[in-house]
Each structure stands twice: as C-alpha cells, then as structure tokens.
C-alpha cells in the first residue's frame, strides 16, 4: 500500500552535512507519521526522528538534537532528514519508516519501511 524509497546518502566528512530524502507512493501520505531510523554495524536499529502527518510536530533522539532537522513536502510526497555537524558515530544505514497511527510520541513499532541509504561519516 505504501513504497517508501530514500535517497541522498553517501560519504562525508565529520563535520559536514548531507540531506536524505525519502519518496512515498500513493495518496496516503498526508496522514502518515513518519521518521527516519538509522542502524550501525553491530548495533540495534534506532528511532532517530519523526515528524507527524501535518508537519506540525517533530521529536527527536537526543543523539541529534540540534543536529538533525526532519520535514515534510505532502504536495511532494516527501519526508526529508538534514543533517548538519555530522559526527562518525552517525555512521549507520538510514532507513524511512511510515505509519497510520497518530500515536504522539511517534515511537514503536512501523508498518512501512524503505530500503535504507547508507551514510558514512568519515573522522
């Protein structure tokens, strides 16, 4: 029901920034929750931010906070996720993730998932 494909991930260096896409199919984007979540190697996948399906309302790990700003283009279809100060930490494969529940925070479990786009972040 719901295709989710990201984009813009690639290397760069510490410090630096880089700006993920992520393009949704359909017409149901405009009531879905999304967020990015992001897994390293070796660690457990992580909710990183979310954005609710007006734009009006973000939330953030505190592993970003200041750093990462998410947001939504519903004309588009598309949630975006800049990321400033980049650290090499913040290594991981970035995945986007969408859900019908309007559940604030907009933690737990998601139905939708793209494929992921990596981001490497080099010292």
């Known amino acids: 029901q719901v295709q989710l494909v990201e984009s813009g991930g690639g290397l760069v260096q510490a410090g630096g920034s880089l700006r993920l896409s992520c393009a949704a199919s359909?017409?149901?984007?405009?009531?879905?929750?999304m967020c990015w979540f992001r897994q390293a190697p070796g660690q457990e996948r992580e909710f990183v931010e979310g954005?609710?399906?007006?734009?009006?309302?973000?939330y953030y790990a505190d592993s970003v906070k200041g750093r990462f700003t998410i947001s939504r283009d519903n004309a588009k279809n598309t949630v975006f996720l800049q990321m400033i100060s980049l650290k090499p930490d913040d290594t991981a494969v970035y995945y986007c993730?969408?859900?019908?529940?309007?559940?604030?925070?907009?933690?737990?479990?998601?139905?939708?998932w793209g494929q992921g786009t990596q981001v490497t972040v080099s010292s």
């Open positions: 993730a969408a859900r019908f529940s309007t559940t604030w925070p907009p933690v737990g479990r998601y139905a939708y």
């Open positions: 359909g017409r149901a984007f405009s009531v879905l929750t």
């Open positions: 954005v609710s399906a007006s734009g009006d309302s973000t």
